[in-house]
């Protein structure tokens, strides 16, 4: 089974602080997603990686930067933690260099607070 | 930007078919149509995919129309446990890959 693995479940930041969200997958999947989960807005896609050093912004991007220095690794990077970035974010990863008809393969999520 | 309309929630009891409708009016020739399904505290897990007609596994099947401007998650004899939110995913090109997009979810609710 394909394991995605997010570093921390649960995070407590404050305003202003650089937060570093770690997601490794175990399969050797060239593509690599980052998501936030808001009540009532279902998941929103933030950035995505399809091969290593490269990256794309997805539909939320502001705020946020990703790094990709390994094919089993994508970092999301909040440069400056804000309250509106509490949320929930989810690390998907799949195969193939166009991702089309490949699911995504979720990690279970860090609940991220910013006071 | 292939968007997706699904219901907010649905309700059903134990036993049931279950049918969770998709709208996906924009879909591009090659993108594909995914499902999913979240519980609570935990990422979305896949469930079906399809491309036209229909595609079963052992959990759903997936109803595509020719037009493919919607598609239908059916889930037979529903039990408790698939109470979770339904999410369906229409891959949208962007300079040669894949932008996936989800849906807002359909919240499903299994009474005993």
């Known amino acids: 089974d394909v394991k995605v693995t997010q570093s921390s479940r649960y995070l407590v930041k404050r305003t202003g602080e650089k937060v570093f969200l770690e997601c490794v997958q175990d399969?050797?999947?060239?593509?690599m997603f980052w998501y936030r989960q808001d009540p009532g807005l279902g998941l929103r896609l933030i950035y995505f990686s399809y091969d290593v050093k490269m990256k794309e912004k997805g539909d939320i991007p502001e705020g946020y930067s990703v790094s990709r220095e390994k094919k089993e690794r994508f970092s999301l990077i909040l440069e400056s933690a804000s309250t509106n970035q509490t949320s929930m974010y989810l690390c998907a990863s799949s195969f193939s260099r166009t991702g089309i008809g490949s699911p995504l393969h979720f990690g279970n999520g860090t609940r991220l607070t910013v006071t | 930007l292939a968007k997706t309309t699904q219901p907010i929630s649905m309700d059903s009891y134990e036993g049931q078919e279950v049918n969770i409708t998709c709208s996906h009016n924009n879909i591009a020739t090659n993108d594909y149509i995914t499902w999913y399904q979240q519980f609570p505290s935990q990422g979305p897990r896949f469930i079906i995919q399809?491309?036209?007609t229909k595609v079963t596994n052992e959990v759903a099947s997936l109803f595509i129309p020719a037009d493919r401007k919607s598609s239908t998650l059916s889930l037979p004899r529903v039990s408790l446990s698939d109470t979770a939110v339904y999410y369906c995913l229409v891959g949208v090109r962007n300079t040669g890959f894949q932008k996936l997009v989800f849906g807002t979810g359909t919240r499903l609710l299994v009474s005993p």
């Open positions: 399969m050797d999947h060239e593509n």
């Open positions: 399809g491309y036209k």
